[in-house]
């Protein structure tokens, strides 16, 4: 009966007091990134430049971000951001308990942020509403698009709750380009080019080949089977005629997956299982060990494009254009398999760009086991794994 009150009393507050700004000037900013993985590894080289704009240069930083990338923050981030506030995603969309997301932005009102920045170009209604009663006194974001706003109104309600929406290229430019282009219009500043790294020095040794497995990704449609993963495994194998050792990485919440795969595996085949074993820092060195990743379109990719590991990444196109394929540019050592050929003739890119804009339908399984493992093979020797690079 008592939290039945309490909780009560916290939503009446919200609902009320949410667009209170406190007057005093804190000289405090915070940085919302409550998405994935693979969104804040291609947003984090660009804090440097926000940190040492003369815009906010006196300013404390706060990032309000997802505990998914909490451990890979605080090993390489912690020189740029002076505070950390960790979040599950999950608090904003559940409408059955709402009380950690009111106790949240209490807690972020009392800090009285002077500026919020949403960096996120395809905005989400809850987020937004949240952010608009979490008390800072300004608040910028991304005019961006209404990929993840299935409701158009919502969508142009919740530009409502921003002082300074910044205009940036649409979905079919890269998502690293397109946060280039956000950080320079926030700061005034085109600054020094900044290059997509994640600060790992781990080398590659001729004593093993070292090919990492990665089945997992968010949503059922972006994964490969398990089959079609044990059978590369096997093919890889068979025709590289190297002396490889596979190992399968992935979220403790992705075991079953492995666990399909070995059990697909003869024991002939020597393949270590590290899924769940690793924090997102031990996941980067590995990745950086290695002379190839296979890999859903998911964090690994980015990981791996970031650290300079050849990679081949299995997409069945969602996002085309925004998170796939990498340009040559940033790395060139990533290359995308798609089931439909269109994706690989330019004169149906802004075609696919469209289509995929949302979500693609396309089945990822259709792509070739054959076709990936004779890729996989071909860079394998091409980069001469028996040199320590």
């Known amino acids: 009966m008592r939290d039945r009150i309490v909780n009560k009393v916290l939503r009446i507050f919200y609902r009320h007091f949410g667009k209170i700004r406190l007057p005093f000037k804190s000289k405090r900013l915070l940085i919302i990134r409550v998405d994935g993985i693979g969104d804040y590894i291609l947003f984090r080289n ?3 430049s926000l940190k040492a704009s003369p815009r906010f240069a006196n300013h404390r930083f706060t990032l309000l971000g997802n505990e998914a990338f909490k451990t890979l923050v605080e090993e390489y981030d912690a020189n740029v951001i002076d505070d950390f ?3 599950n995603p999950d608090i904003f969309f559940d409408t059955a308990n ?5 106790k949240l932005a209490f807690q972020l009102k009392l800090r009285c942020f002077d500026i919020a920045i949403n960096p996120t170009h395809s905005r989400i209604w809850q987020i937004d509403e949240f952010i608009s009663r979490a008390g800072a006194k300004k608040i910028i974001g991304s005019k961006g698009d209404d990929s993840n706003n299935y409701n158009p109104k919502k969508y142009v309600t919740s530009s409502k709750f921003y002082t300074k929406l910044i205009n940036v290229p649409d979905t079919s430019h890269f998502e690293f380009f397109r ?7 926030l700061t005034g500043e085109s600054g020094k080019e900044v290059e997509l790294k994640l600060p790992s020095d781990v080398k590659r040794y001729l004593e093993q080949v070292k090919v990492i497995i990665f089945p997992g990704a968010r949503y059922q449609f972006r994964r490969w089977s398990t089959i079609k993963f044990s059978s590369v495994i096997r093919e890889i194998n068979q025709k590289s005629n190297l002396p490889l050792r596979f190992f399968i990485a992935g979220s403790n919440d992705e075991k079953y997956l492995s666990e399909e795969i070995l059990g697909q595996l003869g024991k002939d085949i020597q393949v270590t299982d590290l899924t769940g074993l690793l924090t997102l820092p031990q996941l980067v060195d590995h990745i950086k060990g290695a002379h190839l990743l296979v890999s859903n379109e998911t964090s690994a990719i980015h990981i791996a494009a970031a650290v300079g590991t050849t990679a081949i990444c299995i997409s069945n196109g969602n996002h085309f254009g925004r998170f796939n ?3 040559v540019t940033i790395a060139p050592g990533i290359f995308t398999f798609y089931p439909d050929d269109r994706f690989y003739k330019p004169e149906y890119h802004n075609q696919l760009v469209e289509e995929c804009r949302k979500q693609s339908e396309l089945d990822i399984n259709a792509i070739e086991v054959t076709e990936v493992a004779e890729k996989a093979v071909e860079l394998l020797l091409k980069n001469k794994p028996f040199e320590i690079i």
């Open 98 to 102: 709402q009380t950690l997301k009111i």
């Open 85 to 87: 506030i960790w979040v």
């Open 325 to 327: 394929p990498y340009p």
């Open 179 to 185: 946060n280039r282009a956000f950080i320079q219009q």
């Open 46 to 48: 660009y804090l440097s």
